[in-house]
């Protein structure tokens, strides 16, 4: 069959079922990391998670920062703190750096919890928290960052599913050492698209010319942008697939330029942070 070069078609299985599924793990802890991708700080973000979470608190983290501009990230870090009303870093798995500042927020977080259970005559536990968030956002990466130090396993917890297990951080911390998956749910095909240009959407549900034309579009808007993109691929005319197959030879037999192959190597080198830092939405549009 076809695929249809105007959409991307998700293939989520059952919504319902998913969001059962990550609830149950937001139900075991006192604190949710919802990851997000700096490169897209609003797509990769997930509308129903505040009720999902009911009245927990939640840290916000911004990974892949490194593929970004840092003066561009502290706006974005403002307005997510201001718009969601919690803490916000940034990070990249490459490195350790803020990895000790989400223990300390996590504890302080989860405070007012203990503190609540130990008014019912409850011995003081650690604060539990899971990481959460859309697929390839870097769940699994941090996870195991914040875990290098303590291989330690506690098991599973009384009253918690058997199959939940956990990791001890610090004394004062467990993990769920499995990410709860955020379900493919935006119907927005703008989401749907800025999605696929960093890799999170399965690529059966796209084409890779479709998606690199749209990125080539988005990317023209912004001629700070363009310049960078021109500059990466030596191109002084339009910013295109064709003129980025002529400049780098990625072409058929015929001579004619080899859309689909130059479509996956331009959406490598941007998904790689070969051509620049960038963020893909925007505050204004956003409001």
């Known amino acids: 069959m076809k695929k249809d070069k105007t959409h991307i078609h998700w ?11 990550l609830k149950e793990k937001l139900n075991l802890v006192d604190v949710v990391i919802e990851v997000l991708d700096a490169r897209i700080p609003i797509s990769s973000s997930y509308e129903n998670i505040e009720k999902l979470l009911a009245d927990k608190p939640k840290l916000l983290l911004l ?18 703190k201001s718009k969601n009303d919690c803490p916000v870093l940034t990070i990249d798995t ?23 259970l130990m008014q019912k005559g409850l011995l003081r536990r650690p604060a539990r928290v899971v990481v959460v968030g859309l697929p390839n956002v870097g769940k699994s990466s941090i ?29 004062n911390i467990d993990l769920l050492d499995t990410p709860g998956i955020i379900p493919m749910k935006q119907e ?19 084409t890779h010319e479709i998606v690199g034309k749209e990125l080539l579009n988005l990317i023209s ?8 993109f021109k500059e990466y691929y030596n191109i002084d005319d339009e910013l295109s697939l ?27 080198d941007f998904r790689d942070g070969k051509i620049g830092r960038f963020i893909l939405d925007s505050i204004v549009e956003e409001e």
């Open 143 to 171: 996870i195991n960052k914040l875990t290098k130090s303590s291989k330690t396993k506690t098991g599973a917890k009384a009253g918690v599913t058997r199959q939940q297990q956990w990791v001890r951080i610090n004394p």
């Open 11 to 21: 293939y989520p299985g059952h919504i319902a079922k998913a969001e059962r599924a």
């Open 242 to 268: 064709e003129n980025i197959a002529i400049s780098r030879n990625w072409l058929k037999q015929n001579a004619e330029a080899d859309i689909e192959r130059t479509a996956q190597y331009l959406l490598r």
């Open 63 to 80: 990974n892949k920062s490194d593929l970004v501009l840092p003066e561009e990230i502290k706006c974005w870090t403002d307005y997510l």
């Open 94 to 116: 490459k490195t350790n750096r803020n990895f000790k500042t989400i223990e300390k927020i996590v504890l302080e977080l989860a405070e007012p919890r203990i503190q609540a």
């Open 221 to 228: 808007q912004n001629k700070k942008y363009t310049d960078k």
């Open 188 to 206: 927005n095909q703008q989401r749907a698209m800025r999605l696929a240009f960093v890799n999170s959407v399965s690529e059966n549900a796209y």
